[in-house]
Protein backbone atom coordinates (compact mmCIF):
# COMPACT_ATOMS: atom_id res chain seq x y z
CA UNK A 1 0.00 0.00 0.00
CA UNK A 2 1.25 3.57 -0.74
CA UNK A 3 1.25 6.22 1.53
CA UNK A 4 0.22 9.52 0.36
CA UNK A 5 0.48 12.72 1.88
CA UNK A 6 -1.72 15.79 1.47
CA UNK A 7 -0.99 18.75 2.58
CA UNK A 8 -4.01 21.73 2.07
CA UNK A 9 -5.48 23.97 4.32
CA UNK A 10 -8.83 23.39 3.16
CA UNK A 11 -10.03 20.89 5.31
CA UNK A 12 -13.34 20.31 3.19
CA UNK A 13 -10.91 19.14 0.21
CA UNK A 14 -8.61 16.76 2.23
CA UNK A 15 -11.33 14.76 3.87
CA UNK A 16 -12.73 14.69 0.25
CA UNK A 17 -9.67 13.28 -1.43
CA UNK A 18 -8.43 10.96 1.44
CA UNK A 19 -11.86 9.17 1.26
CA UNK A 20 -11.23 8.75 -2.07
CA UNK A 21 -7.36 8.02 -2.04
CA UNK A 22 -8.04 5.50 0.53
CA UNK A 23 -11.06 4.02 -1.60
CA UNK A 24 -8.03 3.82 -4.45
CA UNK A 25 -6.22 1.80 -2.02
CA UNK A 26 -4.17 4.49 -0.49
CA UNK A 27 -2.87 5.12 3.10
CA UNK A 28 -3.28 8.66 2.84
CA UNK A 29 -2.01 11.50 5.79
CA UNK A 30 -3.41 15.30 5.82
CA UNK A 31 -1.24 18.62 7.31
CA UNK A 32 -2.69 21.58 7.03
CA UNK A 33 0.17 24.06 7.05
CA UNK A 34 3.43 24.00 5.42
CA UNK A 35 4.78 23.90 8.87
CA UNK A 36 3.29 20.56 9.64
CA UNK A 37 3.70 19.48 5.98
CA UNK A 38 7.77 19.45 6.60
CA UNK A 39 7.43 18.04 9.92
CA UNK A 40 5.48 14.96 8.88
CA UNK A 41 7.85 14.40 5.32
CA UNK A 42 10.77 14.28 8.15
CA UNK A 43 9.25 12.01 10.83
CA UNK A 44 7.50 9.10 7.82
CA UNK A 45 8.14 7.72 4.48
CA UNK A 46 5.77 8.68 1.79
CA UNK A 47 5.35 7.26 -1.68
CA UNK A 48 4.29 11.17 -2.82
CA UNK A 49 3.12 14.41 -1.45
CA UNK A 50 0.43 16.74 -3.33
CA UNK A 51 0.54 19.96 -1.63
CA UNK A 52 -0.86 23.22 -2.52
CA UNK A 53 0.13 26.23 -3.82
CA UNK A 54 -1.21 28.42 -1.19
CA UNK A 55 -0.32 27.49 2.75
CA UNK A 56 -0.36 28.82 5.87
CA UNK A 57 3.52 29.24 7.39
CA UNK A 58 5.68 28.02 4.51
CA UNK A 59 3.58 28.50 1.29
CA UNK A 60 3.79 25.47 -1.53
CA UNK A 61 7.21 27.06 -3.03
CA UNK A 62 8.53 27.64 0.19
CA UNK A 63 7.52 23.59 1.37
CA UNK A 64 9.00 22.19 -1.95
CA UNK A 65 12.60 23.93 -1.65
CA UNK A 66 13.00 22.70 2.03
CA UNK A 67 11.45 19.54 1.18
CA UNK A 68 14.37 19.05 -2.02
CA UNK A 69 16.45 20.26 0.84
CA UNK A 70 16.00 16.81 2.60
CA UNK A 71 14.05 14.28 0.65
CA UNK A 72 13.28 13.16 -3.45
CA UNK A 73 9.73 12.62 -2.84
CA UNK A 74 7.83 12.87 -5.80
CA UNK A 75 5.82 16.24 -5.26
CA UNK A 76 2.67 16.97 -6.98
CA UNK A 77 1.09 20.33 -6.78
CA UNK A 78 -2.18 21.76 -6.86
CA UNK A 79 -2.50 24.79 -8.62
CA UNK A 80 -5.51 27.28 -9.41
CA UNK A 81 -7.02 26.23 -13.05
CA UNK A 82 -5.64 28.12 -15.70
CA UNK A 83 -2.61 29.58 -14.00
CA UNK A 84 0.45 28.29 -15.54
CA UNK A 85 2.85 30.70 -13.62
CA UNK A 86 2.62 28.87 -10.67
CA UNK A 87 2.75 25.29 -12.62
CA UNK A 88 6.52 26.83 -14.38
CA UNK A 89 7.74 28.00 -10.81
CA UNK A 90 6.71 25.13 -8.98
CA UNK A 91 8.30 22.78 -11.45
CA UNK A 92 11.66 24.86 -11.44
CA UNK A 93 12.13 24.86 -7.73
CA UNK A 94 11.58 20.95 -7.95
CA UNK A 95 8.11 19.61 -8.45
CA UNK A 96 7.34 16.77 -10.53
CA UNK A 97 3.72 17.39 -11.24
CA UNK A 98 0.78 19.65 -11.48
CA UNK A 99 -2.96 18.82 -11.10
CA UNK A 100 -4.88 22.21 -11.46
CA UNK A 101 -7.85 22.97 -8.76
CA UNK A 102 -10.86 22.63 -8.64
CA UNK A 103 -9.31 19.47 -8.64
CA UNK A 104 -10.40 15.72 -10.59
CA UNK A 105 -9.61 12.86 -8.49
CA UNK A 106 -9.29 10.41 -10.57
CA UNK A 107 -6.93 12.72 -12.57
CA UNK A 108 -5.26 12.87 -9.48
CA UNK A 109 -5.18 9.23 -8.63
CA UNK A 110 -4.01 9.00 -12.34
CA UNK A 111 -0.85 11.13 -11.67
CA UNK A 112 -0.13 9.60 -8.24
CA UNK A 113 -0.13 6.14 -10.23
CA UNK A 114 2.09 7.27 -12.53
CA UNK A 115 5.05 8.17 -10.82
CA UNK A 116 4.44 5.30 -8.64
CA UNK A 117 4.68 3.58 -12.20
CA UNK A 118 8.05 5.55 -12.57
CA UNK A 119 9.29 4.48 -8.84
CA UNK A 120 8.75 0.49 -9.46
CA UNK A 121 10.36 0.29 -12.57
CA UNK A 122 13.40 2.23 -10.34
CA UNK A 123 13.33 -0.32 -7.79
CA UNK A 124 13.10 -3.05 -11.12
CA UNK A 125 16.45 -2.33 -12.31
CA UNK A 126 19.36 -3.53 -11.84
CA UNK A 127 22.13 -1.34 -10.56
CA UNK A 128 24.68 -2.50 -13.00
CA UNK A 129 21.90 -1.00 -15.67
CA UNK A 130 23.82 2.17 -16.37
CA UNK A 131 23.74 4.08 -19.62
CA UNK A 132 26.05 6.84 -20.60
CA UNK A 133 26.38 9.20 -23.37
CA UNK A 134 29.11 11.94 -23.79
CA UNK A 135 30.42 10.89 -20.28
CA UNK A 136 27.11 11.54 -18.87
CA UNK A 137 25.94 8.36 -16.88
CA UNK A 138 22.87 7.66 -15.83
CA UNK A 139 22.08 4.65 -13.39
CA UNK A 140 18.83 3.03 -13.48
CA UNK A 141 18.99 1.34 -10.36
CA UNK A 142 19.53 3.74 -8.26
CA UNK A 143 18.45 6.86 -10.25
CA UNK A 144 21.88 9.13 -10.04
CA UNK A 145 23.74 10.60 -12.54
CA UNK A 146 27.04 11.44 -12.73
CA UNK A 147 29.61 13.37 -14.96
CA UNK A 148 32.95 13.61 -14.15
CA UNK A 149 32.55 12.49 -10.83
CA UNK A 150 30.21 14.84 -9.98
CA UNK A 151 26.54 14.06 -9.02
CA UNK A 152 23.51 15.83 -10.36
CA UNK A 153 20.73 16.20 -8.21
CA UNK A 154 17.66 15.91 -10.51
CA UNK A 155 13.80 14.80 -9.72
CA UNK A 156 12.28 11.52 -10.59
CA UNK A 157 10.73 13.57 -13.34
CA UNK A 158 13.63 15.09 -14.94
CA UNK A 159 15.30 11.79 -14.65
CA UNK A 160 12.90 10.07 -16.30
CA UNK A 161 12.86 12.68 -19.23
CA UNK A 162 16.85 12.11 -19.54
CA UNK A 163 17.19 8.87 -19.72
CA UNK A 164 14.52 9.04 -22.52
CA UNK A 165 16.47 11.84 -24.28
CA UNK A 166 19.80 9.99 -23.48
CA UNK A 167 18.53 6.57 -24.84
CA UNK A 168 17.43 8.04 -28.25
CA UNK A 169 20.21 10.17 -28.69
CA UNK A 170 20.85 11.42 -32.07
CA UNK A 171 16.99 11.41 -32.52
CA UNK A 172 14.52 14.07 -31.83
CA UNK A 173 11.72 13.15 -29.55
CA UNK A 174 8.72 15.41 -29.45
CA UNK A 175 6.95 16.74 -26.50
CA UNK A 176 4.09 14.59 -27.21
CA UNK A 177 6.53 11.45 -27.16
CA UNK A 178 8.47 12.73 -23.72
CA UNK A 179 5.29 13.44 -22.04
CA UNK A 180 3.69 9.86 -22.89
CA UNK A 181 7.29 8.18 -22.11
CA UNK A 182 8.50 9.90 -18.88
CA UNK A 183 5.64 11.36 -17.46
CA UNK A 184 2.83 8.59 -18.36
CA UNK A 185 0.39 10.71 -19.36
CA UNK A 186 -1.05 12.60 -22.64
CA UNK A 187 0.39 16.25 -23.80
CA UNK A 188 -2.44 18.97 -23.25
CA UNK A 189 -2.82 22.20 -24.65
CA UNK A 190 -0.81 24.66 -22.98
CA UNK A 191 1.20 22.00 -20.82
CA UNK A 192 4.92 23.41 -20.49
CA UNK A 193 5.58 20.55 -17.88
CA UNK A 194 8.41 19.12 -20.54
CA UNK A 195 9.87 22.33 -21.65
CA UNK A 196 10.44 23.54 -17.60
CA UNK A 197 11.94 20.32 -16.91
CA UNK A 198 14.09 20.10 -20.00
CA UNK A 199 15.28 24.01 -19.06
CA UNK A 200 16.00 22.68 -15.36
CA UNK A 201 18.05 19.55 -16.75
CA UNK A 202 19.94 21.45 -18.88
CA UNK A 203 21.01 23.98 -16.20
CA UNK A 204 22.05 21.56 -13.87
CA UNK A 205 23.97 19.96 -16.06
CA UNK A 206 25.78 23.57 -17.30
CA UNK A 207 26.18 23.65 -13.36
CA UNK A 208 28.73 21.01 -13.65
CA UNK A 209 30.16 21.09 -16.76
CA UNK A 210 28.37 19.76 -19.45
CA UNK A 211 27.97 21.86 -22.81
CA UNK A 212 24.91 23.80 -22.93
CA UNK A 213 23.83 22.63 -26.05
CA UNK A 214 24.26 19.13 -25.03
CA UNK A 215 20.59 19.18 -25.45
CA UNK A 216 18.62 20.74 -28.15
CA UNK A 217 15.82 22.66 -28.75
CA UNK A 218 14.53 21.49 -32.85
CA UNK A 219 12.09 24.59 -33.20
CA UNK A 220 8.68 22.45 -33.98
CA UNK A 221 9.93 19.39 -33.67
CA UNK A 222 11.13 18.49 -30.24
CA UNK A 223 14.20 18.15 -28.03
CA UNK A 224 17.77 15.84 -29.04
CA UNK A 225 19.93 14.76 -26.75
CA UNK A 226 23.45 15.29 -29.35
CA UNK A 227 25.34 12.43 -30.01
CA UNK A 228 29.27 12.08 -28.61
CA UNK A 229 31.14 15.01 -30.28
CA UNK A 230 28.58 16.90 -31.60
CA UNK A 231 28.21 19.63 -28.46
CA UNK A 232 31.79 19.83 -28.36
Known amino acids: MSNILLVDDDKD ?7 YLNDEGFSTSSAHDGSEGLALIKAKQF ?3 ILDVMLPFYNGFELITKVREISDVPLIMLTAKGDSIDRIIGLDMGADDYVAKPCNPRELVARI ?13 SNSDLLEVNGIVLNRGNRSC ?6 L ?3 GAEFSILDQLMSKAGNILSKESLTERALSRKLTPYDRSIDVHVSNIR ?3 SSIGVN ?8 GAGYMFTLPGAAE
Not at 113 to 125: E, V, Y
Not at 146 to 151: A, D, F, I, R, V
Not at 212 to 219: F, L, M, P, S, T
Open 203 to 205: KKL
Open 153 to 155: NIT
Open 13 to 19: LCNLLTD
Open 113 to 125: NAILRRLDHKLGQ
Open 212 to 219: KDQIINVR
Open 146 to 151: LYNGNT
Open 47 to 49: DAV
